[in-house]
Structure formats: C-alpha cells, structure tokens
C-alpha cells in the first residue's frame, strides 16, 4: 500500500443528493460540437475516415489554418431549445457538452483566450444558450472540458526541459483559470467530464488534478467529477496505485460496455459515452463512413448499462449550421418512443442484486421502491421466460409495464425455478416485465 498525496480521497459511492440524481439520471447526451463540424471529416477535397473531431492531426492542418475557422463559425439556424426539446422527448435526464475540445476551440467568451466563440461572426455564448434552454426543459448540464489543447501555445506532450516545465505551468494556470470561470459562471452546471489527460505532462502532474478537482467542488458543492481528471503521485490514472477510484466515478468506458457479467462495476459509479457511428463524435459529412447503431442496438447498451449501474452517455455531433442531422434525429425519436412507455425500468433504476444476466435480457431494480424489472430483448423459441431466483424468493406475479392488464402465466416449476409464459404475439420493440416478489427469508 503507497502513502499517496494525489490518490482517491474517499472510498465507495457518494451519497450525497447530488450524487443521487447524477445516478438517477441514467440517460445522458454527449454533445461534440466545435469548428471541426465545419470540415465534417473532409479537407481539400479528401475524405478522412477516423473521427471527424481529430481532423486536425489526420490531414496534418498547422495551427495556423485550422484555427482560422473560427471565422467561419456561424451556425445561423442553431436553436438551443430545439436541441433541448429533442433531448427531452428522446427521455434523457442529462446533457454534456464540449466547452473545449482539443482543438482548443472554446464556446464559451473565455477571458483566457481569444480563440473563443466571441470571436466568430456568430459572437453569442453558446454555452449559456444550451444551459438556459436544457435546464429549462429540466436536463442537467454538464461540461466536458478537454485538458490536452491543440492550439495553446504553452500546451507540453510530456516535460524534458525546463522550458516545458515553465511553459506547462502556465498552460496548467491558464486551464484551471479557465474551469474556475466555468464554475462560477454557469451555477447550475452539474459535473465536470474530463478528456485529454493521457499524457506524460498531466501523469507527472498528478498534484493539478486533484486541486482542479478541489477547487470546482468548493466552488460548486455537489458537482460531479469524472476519473478521467485525475493522476495520482505516480501518474496513475482513473485508479490510483492503491487500486482506489479517483474522482466520483469510472469514466473508462468508452464506446465499449462492461461485459454483461462483469459485476465488478456495479460496486461504484460510471457512466459508459458512446458513438452512434463506429467512432465519429464530432460531425462527419459522410454518416454512412462507418457502422451506425441502430436505435434498437442503442436501447440494449442503456438497459444493459441501467442493468449493471451505470450511466449511458449517447453522443451527437451537430453540423456547422447548428441543425442535428436527420439520421440522428431519427434515433432520438425511435428511443424517445421506447423511453416514453418503459422508463420506469431506467430512471432511477440499477443493478437487481443477485438477478444475473438472463439470455432473453437484462433485470434493473428501482433504487427506491425495490421494484424489479425484466426488460426483454430476445424472445426463447419456447415462448418461455426461465427466470433462476434466489434463495426464498418466488415471483408471485408478472406484468407488461405498458399493459398491466395482459396477464403473464408464472409458474414455479422447481425450486428457485420459474417460468413465464409470454402471450402467443409478436413483438418489434424490447419490453419490461414487472415482476412482483415475495421474500419467504
Ligand atoms: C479519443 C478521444 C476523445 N474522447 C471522446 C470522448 C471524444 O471526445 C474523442 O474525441
């Protein structure tokens, strides 16, 4: 065991209301958007395939070009409340949003740079439109703010030399100067989503991580702060040397799911951010580059994720006009659809203790109530649902949560063996099961 200065500062799950609602929330949107929507994945004429947002280094655009897109930044039909209507009907409860990726782009009037969204012919603070508009159809916002800057000029990949060190603390002021503006002057903010912080410059400044961290708490209490900030003493990140999280949850999970049987997740918080194509997060001008989820794909990943704890994190990537693409429009609303009938089997919805994963689909259990849930994604050939339960309980009785009335034959058939008998009729969508208990213990 290591004395750590910069290691995890608390054990187990927070517990405070703040906490409990990032948990309850469950349902989140990403939200990339910066001057990379501009070239969408294509510069002079060649189309690039990997992420859209990483265009810079694909096409190998000095600083000097690519930043001069700042001046064509000017999302004319850009409507904050339309972004947030679509957010609220496709059901989720929170939103994050780029303030700065790696291009070092802000969309917010940042007094620490000019390379901000003030200085484009569009001028208005972005961020504060999407806060005000969000938190008005009652989502949460939350700030993705990526450390690594492309176009900083004190910005270090690792420090070799003294020069590095002294121009790196600058950069390190300038970045926590920047987190405390955001933290003071957008109150409502709810957490703070890291990215960028894979270099040998941040490892070796494990000390900065953690004051970030101190200070967006003292200045917001309650906020939420991902694992993904932090380095301890040794440049170990998301888990200290001891093992220990860091930060109030795991944000290691990205575009990919634990394992379905992996419980080892569901002793902390996490949350898993994905991409709707295989892996575009800003706009790319060509959808079909790549594989995209279907939203019946996309429904699974949050039950799966609702099933084992965790939070799912859906991500957009809004073009340079300010609309959201059809085909994403699309998605949001085939899992609107699904959400508005079956959210009770996701808000405020997590791990079913000792009710494993079943091949026909997930359990979730309610938080508050204990009401256990069977969300069902692929139907046995039997018309029969084998649920395995624990040790004295029995299901003494199940439901459709969309139609209570339509009864489900149960019968225990064994000990601790049961089965469901679903209703001779097809089925397009995944439904929920509620499944009411009794505990003979
Ligand atoms: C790699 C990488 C970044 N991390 C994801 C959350 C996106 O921001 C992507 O650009």
Known sequence: KKLLKYGAQYEGKRTDAAMQKWRSNRFGQFIHWGLYAIPGGEWKGKTYTYAAEFLKSSAHIPNSTWDSLQYQFN??????????????????????????????????????????????????????????????????????????????????????????????????????????????????????????????????????????????KSIRPGVVVNSRLRADDYGARHFDSNGKMMGDYESGYERRLPSPTDTQVIHRDWEACMTIPEN?????????????????????????????????????????DGT????????????????????????????????????????????????????????????????????????SKASFLEKPDVPITVKEIAKKQVNLYLPQQSFSEPFVIILDTINEN
């Not at 790196?168 to 003071?184: G, I, V």
């Open 75 to 216: 999302p004319v039909k850009f409507d904050p409340k339309t972004w947030a209507k679509m957010a609220k009907k496709m059901g989720v409860k929170y939103m994050t949003i780029t303030t700065k990726h790696h291009e070092g782009f802000c969309l917010w009037p940042t007094q620490y740079t000019k390379f901000n969204i003030g200085n484009t012919p569009y001028k208005k603070d972005i961020i504060k439109a999407l806060v005000d508009a969000y938190n008005s159809e009652g989502i949460d916002v939350n700030f993705y703010y990526s450390v690594l800057d492309w176009h900083h000029p004190d910005w270090r990949y690792d420090i070799k030399t003294k020069e590095d060190s002294i121009a790196f603390s600058r950069y390190l002021t300038f970045a926590q100067n920047q987190l405390k503006e955001l933290a003071e002057n957008y109150p409502s903010v709810k957490g703070f989503w890291f990215d960028g912080t894979w270099d040998q410059s941040i490892k070796k400044n494990g000390w900065w991580t953690l004051q970030v961290e101190q200070m967006l």
């Open 280 to 320: 575009q997060w800003g706009y790319h001008k060509k959808w079909d580059i790549s594989y995209t989820k279907t939203p019946l794909e996309l429904i699974e990943m949050l039950v799966q994720t609702t099933s084992l704890g965790g939070n799912f994190l859906l991500n957009f990537g809004p073009k340079p």
């Open 324 to 395: 959201i693409r059809i085909e994403e429009q699309q998605i949001a609303e085939h899992i609107g659809n699904w959400m508005k009938i079956n959210s009770a089997a996701i808000y405020n919805a997590g791990h079913a203790k000792g009710w494993p994963r079943q091949d026909w689909g997930y359990f979730t259990q309610n938080e508050t109530t204990g009401k256990l849930y069977a969300v069902v994604f692929n139907i046995p050939i039997s018309g029969i649902l084998k649920i395995q339960t624990l040790e004295g309980i029995t299901i």
